[in-house]
């Protein structure tokens, strides 16, 4: 293939970014969108702060623009994510307990709902675990309500859209030998032993120096996929630049495509100046739109 779709596609994979709907009337954005990608993820405008801003008052103009694009352009849809500590509405802030959790059942149900058949992965629960050595849950006011309630959100998304995916996706994950990455595991080999439905493991993938490319990312790819779950590569983006950085994103492609159930890549933006990153050069594309090094490497590699 000559887009990295199209090439991912003869794989049987997909190849995805994070599209900020904002962006949709950029011409450039959406020339190199529509050319190369065929799945998208909503940046932000399908979290629990944009789709709920007042409790049980949702709003999904943005997504559904996301949504009305990937339609018209042949792309299928990521969903992120239904729930994580970051970016909740205020109103979350003044409840606990029974009444959080309830609020958050709601919130799973009626958005899972509402893209019911048009999603392909959701990510169910977002970033629950603690960064560190502990292997730990991380103590939010969600994991305050319960330790069961990842479980929770799982099944109340299966209810609303049978048909979608259902992931649990988080950043430092992909170091094998990481307590954080055994924590994750732990966790869905014990949803799988009881039955919990889950369906895929969406590892981020923001590599940097503080946590490069590891070399064991292909074993972790594995060992998670031979838990009888699917991998995916969720919001890819490596720091850095030219050849290292090149060699890194073709490694990332390289490990995917020798995992039978990694289904595909998704890189978090599109063009350097898309990234959420302060700074840096970390995407595929230059400022300008034009195909970097990185892009050639993974192109290459699928
Ligand atoms: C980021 C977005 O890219 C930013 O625009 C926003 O300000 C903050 O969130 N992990 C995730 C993503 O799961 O949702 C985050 O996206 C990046 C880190």
């Known amino acids: 293939g000559t887009t990295l779709g199209a090439s991912a596609a003869e794989q049987g994979r997909y190849f995805g970014t994070a599209v900020a709907v904002n962006k949709l009337s950029d011409s450039t954005y959406v020339g190199i969108l529509n050319r190369e990608f065929n ?28 949504v009305a694009h990937a339609q018209a352009n042949g792309m299928r849809v990521r969903g992120h994510a239904l729930l994580w500590h970051q970016q909740q509405p205020g109103w979350t802030g003044s409840l606990s307990g029974s009444a959080l959790r309830e609020a958050m059942i709601n919130h799973v149900t009626q958005v899972a709902t509402h893209y019911r058949g048009k999603i392909h992965s959701w990510d169910v629960v977002n970033e629950a675990f603690d960064d560190g050595n502990s292997g730990a849950r991380r103590n939010s006011n969600l994991q305050q309500t319960g330790n069961d309630w990842i ?17 649990y996706n988080d950043y430092n994950t992909d170091n094998w030998s990481w307590a954080k990455t055994q924590g994750v595991y732990n966790m869905v ?14 590892f981020q993938s923001h590599f940097n120096s503080g946590s490069p490319y590891p070399s064991n990312y292909r074993t972790t790819l594995q060992n998670f996929a031979a838990l009888g779950v699917d991998v995916q590569i969720t919001e890819l983006d490596i720091e850095g630049s030219g050849s290292s950085q090149a060699t890194s994103y073709g490694n990332v492609t390289r490990d995917c495509l020798a995992v039978a159930r990694c289904n595909g890549i998704t890189v978090w933006g599109i063009r350097d100046t898309d990234s959420w990153r302060a700074s840096g050069t970390p995407l595929l594309f230059d400022g300008s739109g034009n195909k970097k090094q990185a892009y050639t490497a993974v192109l290459n590699a699928l």
């Open 39 to 66: 799945m998208v993820t909503a940046e932000n405008e399908m979290k629990w702060d944009a789709t709920e801003p007042s409790r049980n008052q949702f709003n999904f103009s943005a997504g559904d623009r996301l």
């Open 151 to 167: 479980e929770a959100a799982f099944r109340a998304a299966r209810a609303a859209d049978p048909g979608a995916k259902l992931c």
């Open 189 to 202: 080999r014990d949803f799988k032993a009881r039955g919990v439905p889950i369906d895929c493991v969406g």
